[in-house]
T-cell receptor, first 116, second 112 residues
Framework: QQQVKQSPQSLIVQKGGISIINCAYE??????FPWYQQFPGKGPALLIA?????SEKKEGRFTISFNKSAKQFSLHIMDSQPGDSATYFC???????????????FGTGTLLAVQP | EAQVTQNPRYLITVTGKKLTVTCSQN?????MSWYRQDPGLGLRQIYY???????DKGDVPEGYKVSRKEKRNFPLILESPSPNQTSLYFC???????????FGPGTRLTVT
C-alpha cells in the first residue's frame, strides 16, 4: 500500500514561476518530512525538511508548507530556475512508536522542468 | 571527502548468478540503507541497518540479503537474481534515520 502519495508526476514551469509539489500521507505517526532533489545520473540529496511542530519552513527559494490536520505537505519553489530542473521526492519517517521501526518512505517523485 | 561509495556502478548479469553490490561510507554513520529506484515507483527501501549486526527489512526485501559486520560497510547480496530485480540501486547513510541521508552514486543493475 502506498503510504505517501505525491503529485503531480511531472511539472513544467516557466523560468521565474512558482513550482508546487504536493504530498499526502495517511499515518499520523509520521514525524519527519524531508524533500530530496535528484539530478540525472546522481543520487538524491536532501533539499529541505520539516517536523510536525511547525507549519512552514523556508530556506532560500524553497519552502515546505505543512498541514497536519489535512495530513499534507508541499514544496514550493519560488522564482524557479532552469537549474532547478530535477526529480523531487517527498518522504516520511515512521517513528518506532507508530508500529514500525525506523523506515523512511519515499513518494513516487515529480519530474520538474523549468523552461527558460 | 565525506562520501558514500558503491561498486560496481553498472552491472549486467544473468538470471541466477549470485552478485554483491558493495557500499561503504567514511562518515562514521550508524544508519545505512539500500533503496531501489524504478520509474513511477520512486525510491523503495530494501533493507536498513541501525548499527553493526543490526539489520531490518524495508518495504521490498524479497530476493535480497544484507550484512553489517563493520560500521562502514553495508553490502547488498542477490543470491539468485531475477529480471524483476533490474533496477537502479542506491545505498545511503546517516547519523540516524531522522536526519539527512547521504546517498551513493547508484548502481544500475540489469538481469537478463
Amino acid at each position: 500500500q502506498q503510504q505517501v502519495k505525491q503529485s503531480p508526476q511531472s511539472l513544467i514551469v516557466q523560468k521565474g514561476g512558482i513550482s508546487i509539489i504536493n504530498c499526502a500521507y495517511e499515518n499520523t505517526a509520521f514525524d519527519y518530512f524531508p524533500w530530496y532533489q535528484q539530478f540525472p545520473g546522481k543520487g538524491p540529496a536532501l533539499l529541505i525538511a520539516i517536523r510536525p511542530d511547525v507549519s512552514e519552513k523556508k530556506e532560500g527559494r524553497f519552502t515546505i508548507s505543512f498541514n497536519k490536520s489535512a495530513k499534507q505537505f508541499s514544496l514550493h519553489i519560488m522564482d524557479s530556475q532552469p537549474g532547478d530542473s530535477a526529480t523531487y521526492f517527498c518522504a516520511v519517517f515512521l517513528s518506532p512508536y507508530g508500529g514500525a521501526t525506523n523506515k523512511l518512505i519515499f513518494g513516487t517523485g515529480t519530474l520538474l522542468a523549468v523552461q527558460p | 571527502e565525506a562520501q558514500v561509495t558503491q561498486n560496481p556502478r553498472y552491472l549486467i548479469t544473468v538470471t541466477g548468478k549470485k552478485l554483491t553490490v558493495t557500499c561503504s561510507q567514511n562518515m562514521n554513520h550508524e544508519y545505512m540503507s539500500w533503496y531501489r529506484q524504478d520509474p513511477g515507483l520512486g525510491l523503495r527501501q530494501i533493507y536498513y541497518s541501525m548499527n553493526v549486526e543490526v539489520t531490518d527489512k524495508g518495504d521490498v526485501p524479497e530476493g535480497y540479503k544484507v550484512s553489517r559486520k563493520e560500521k562502514r560497510n553495508f553490502p547488498l547480496i542477490l543470491e539468485s537474481p531475477s529480471p524483476n530485480q533490474t533496477s537502479l540501486y542506491f545505498c545511503a547513510s546517516s547519523l540516524s534515520p531522522r536526519v539527512e541521508q547521504y546517498f551513493g552514486p547508484g548502481t544500475r543493475l540489469t538481469v537478463t
